[in-house]
T-cell receptor, first 113, second 111 residues
């Protein structure tokens, strides 16, 4: 199993540009999550999904959108990039929800200038 | 509202010394999870504690959940260079709909 994979690893965006961060898991996990991690800080939940077709907002959803058309994929969309979205983005997944071990992907380091 | 503090923010130790990080809450927690993140890496789950007074061990790591379920600690005995990284606690909030993470304790181990 590859586990949780994310692409790209790095990206530099100009203000106002759009992009999609890809996340795929091959563990047949129902739950998937997107977090952002700012320097020296903990993780903040952006969006999560409890299964294909079901998504919900986390703590910091503004400026982002998600979709979950399959169990495996959970892309995160930035529509109008802003410098405040400069961060490292982690995707995670698990079988049983937040009260259980989460498996994290390697992360995408995004810089918006 | 609930406040959870993770301390210390940084810790430098000599290899072989012990290390402890704490998460302290102003209110009772339903559970607490611990993760480790190596420099440039991603968080890796270490353990979850749910019972009052619970103590779990993983080799040189000892995890505790306080009797009142308001504090938790991660203790590493005889640190090694492989222990370098940031240790985060996480706890359920929002009626179990959200996992909030502490700001982490960055551990550096010097030879």
């Amino acid at each position: 199993n590859a586990g949780v994979t994310q692409t790209p690893k790095f990206r530099i965006l100009k203000i106002g540009q759009s992009m999609t961060l890809q996340c795929t898991q091959d563990m047949n996990h129902n739950y998937m999550y997107w977090y952002r991690q700012d320097p020296g800080m903990g993780l903040k939940l952006i969006y999560y999904s409890v299964g294909a077709g079901i998504t919900d907002k986390g703590e910091v959803p503004n400026g982002y959108n998600v979709s979950r058309s399959t169990t495996e994929d959970f892309p995160l969309r930035l529509e109008l990039a802003a410098p405040s979205q400069t961060s490292v983005y982690f995707c995670a997944s698990n079988l049983e929800g937040l009260a259980a071990e989460q498996y994290f992907g390697p992360g995408t380091r995004l810089t918006v200038t | 509202g609930q406040q959870v503090m993770q301390i210390p923010q940084y810790q430098h130790v000599q290899e072989g010394e012990d290390f402890t990080t704490y998460c302290n809450s102003s209110t009772t927690l339903s559970n607490i999870q611990w993760y480790k993140q190596r420099p440039g890496g991603h968080p890796v789950f270490l353990i979850q504690l749910v019972k009052s007074g619970e103590v779990k061990k993983q080799k040189r790591l000892t995890f505790q959940f306080g009797e009142a379920k308001k504090n938790s600690s991660l203790h590493i005995t005889a640190t090694q260079t492989t222990d370098v990284g940031t240790y985060f606690c996480g706890w359920l909030t929002g009626g179990g709909n959200k996992l909030t993470f502490g700001t982490g304790t960055q551990l550096k181990v010097e030879l």
